[in-house]
């Protein structure tokens, strides 16, 4: 089965510095990725998907992100992040042979320092 | 367009009381999904729907029933609730019949079982 492992659970920046945030799957099968972003007291928003193609993704808000079938992970990066970007982040993962089923991992919190 | 709706968004019930937890769409979309986001665990996929009249089970569906009469409705009942049911609920629903396109999801139900 698939899995998903987002590898650090808080992430602090300063405001106006990079930030990396982190995704590995696992899957013996070609997959679908996606990354959400759930600001406070809200639902989930898609930030961008990797289906097929350039390996690197552009997203909303100036966010991007890279697949690395070799590595089987799908880092999201910023080059200087803002405030209005504390939220929490959600990498996901579903099969092409079953693309009715996400999963999820368990997030990342970004917390951004003036 | 209203979007995804979820109904109520807080609710307390004593253990052994059984609820519904209601969602509906006004996009048309195929796609209908249940999940629950519990700290450190991320989003856990309850039942998922490609279409009027089809369910199925995703991750943790035991103690939550559903149902899909309707494109647009895809409530979520509790049978007999239970304190490790204690979490935030939200409704998603995507264009087509997989989870491949974007979800949209509701603003989520914060349920306290006693």
């Known amino acids: 089965a698939q899995s998903v492992t987002q590898l650090d659970s808080q992430v602090p920046v300063f405001e106006e510095a990079p930030v990396e945030l982190r995704c590995n799957y696992s899957?013996?099968?070609?997959?679908?990725l996606f990354w959400y972003v759930q600001y406070p007291n809200q639902g989930l928003q898609l930030l961008l998907k990797y289906l097929s193609g350039s390996t690197l993704v552009k997203g909303i808000n100036g966010f991007e992100a890279e697949f690395n079938k070799s590595q089987t992970s799908f880092h999201l990066r910023k080059p200087s992040v803002h405030i209005s970007d504390t939220a929490e982040y959600f990498c996901a993962v579903t099969l092409y042979s079953s693309a009715s089923k996400i999963i999820f991992g368990s997030g990342t919190r970004l917390s951004i320092r003036p | 367009n209203a979007g995804v709706t979820q109904t109520p968004k807080f609710q307390v019930l004593k253990t052994g009381q059984s609820m519904t937890l209601q969602c509906a769409q006004d996009m048309n979309h195929e796609y209908m999904s249940w999940y629950r986001q519990d700290p450190g665990m991320g989003l856990r996929l309850i039942h998922y729907?490609?279409?009027?009249?089809?369910?199925d089970q995703g991750e943790v569906p035991n103690g939550y029933n559903v149902s899909r009469s309707t494109t647009e409705d895809f409530p979520l009942r509790l049978l007999s609730a239970a304190p490790s049911q204690t979490s935030v609920y939200f409704c998603?629903?995507?264009?087509?019949?997989?989870?491949?396109?974007?979800?949209?999801f509701g603003p989520g139900t914060r349920l306290t079982v006693l």
């Open positions: 729907s490609v279409g009027a009249g089809i369910t």
């Open positions: 899957s013996s099968v070609s997959v679908y």
């Open positions: 998603a629903s995507s264009r087509q019949g997989t989870s491949v396109n974007e979800q949209f």
